[in-house]
């Protein structure tokens, strides 16, 4: 890959344009497959190609996935990882979480991961979700003082509205906002998906409509960081759904069905046929279009593979022409929520 960085926020730290997105290597997909030693492996290797973006949850496994990347990352104080809290698990079998961001909580899920990361300061730590039943100003001055305290160099906030962005924003800095962005998922930039309002419910889901979050952060010297960029696997063009693990969460994703799957080929249609052209993989042209929605866009794919890993890293050397990106721009919207 062609070495390149990009500012993270206004703070002056450059990283890699591509992140590694760390979840599934915990929780989410096919988890009965979990094999740590391979994913540690996967974490080293993404380093060795310069990468120095890391991302991972509390809720991830409830502590499983930031306990992996702290492992994994325990020789290299030099790269930045990002965490995030504000939701918590009741039921890991079942992936049952809720919100829960009050102050009192906060400080504690803040000390929790940085034990689990075996760290002394966490580099950005996201607020996970809004919670409805506190004041987002009380959760966002509780993590704003723990910067102070020196706990956490940089705060972000995932899956909010351009409105409660501004009101984080009005009392410590945004340095970045995390939302789901890919070819199949525009919601952050202010398009819906067809039949869906912008607004699930679920805990894990997005808080409210939003408006164009990446346009926001344009704006207001942020960065923007697209998690599931390549839909999930679905722009891969690869996924087989009925070979997908009774474990994995998109056997029941409204996205995954058959129905859906059948109407939304136009998509990966259109991304194979651009791919073809380029002499690259959907993937590879998927990530490319991401990397272009702007200079501070810090896309985090994830994987479980070194061969997967490679083949996302070489979509930084991928320049999609004008027509390209117009036509990948002009694709419908995907059938079916996304939650």
């Not at 949850?57 to 020789?75: I, T």
């Amino acid at each position: 890959m062609t070495k390149m960085v990009r500012e993270l926020g206004t703070t002056g730290r450059m990283v890699s344009p591509l992140g590694l997105g760390c979840m599934g290597m915990s929780w989410g997909y096919a988890e009965s497959s979990r094999n740590d030693a391979e994913s540690m492996a996967v974490i080293r290797t993404a380093v060795d190609q310069g990468v120095d973006f890391f991302d991972t949850a509390r809720v991830y496994g409830d502590g499983h996935n930031e306990r992996l990347v702290g492992r994994a990352l325990k020789e290299r104080p030099d790269v930045v990882i990002a965490t995030k809290g504000g939701l918590v698990v009741d039921d890991l079998s079942t992936h049952t979480m809720r919100r829960e961001a009050t102050p009192d909580s906060l400080r504690r899920q803040v000390d929790e991961s940085m034990s689990h990361l075996g760290r002394e300061i966490i580099d950005l730590y996201y607020l996970h979700r809004v919670d409805p039943t506190v004041p987002l100003e009380d959760s966002w001055g509780a993590l704003a003082d723990m910067v102070s305290q020196g706990k956490i160099r940089w705060l972000g906030l995932s899956e909010v509205s351009t409105v409660e962005a501004a009101r984080a924003h009005a009392i410590h800095p945004v340095t970045a906002i995390q939302s789901e962005l890919s070819l199949w998922t525009r919601d952050a930039q202010g398009i819906a998906s067809a039949g869906h309002d912008l607004r699930p419910a679920t805990a894990g889901s997005a808080s409210t409509s939003g408006g164009d979050v990446v346009s926001w952060t344009a704006d207001h010297g942020a960065s923007f960081v697209p998690f599931a960029p390549l839909g999930r696997g679905f722009l891969t063009d690869s996924i087989d759904v009925g070979k997908l693990d009774d474990d994995d969460f998109r056997k029941t994703n409204p996205r995954f069905q058959p129905e859906a799957m059948e109407h939304n080929r136009f998509i990966t249609a259109t991304v194979r046929r651009i791919a073809t052209a380029h002499d690259a993989s959907p993937a590879q042209v998927s990530l490319a279009w991401a990397l272009g929605q702007g200079p501070r866009v810090l896309p985090i794919p994830g994987t479980r593979t070194p061969r997967h890993l490679m083949e996302n890293l070489g979509a930084i050397d991928v320049s999609l022409s004008e027509t390209d990106i117009a036509e990948l721009d002009g694709l419908g919207p995907a059938q079916g929520s996304r939650y």
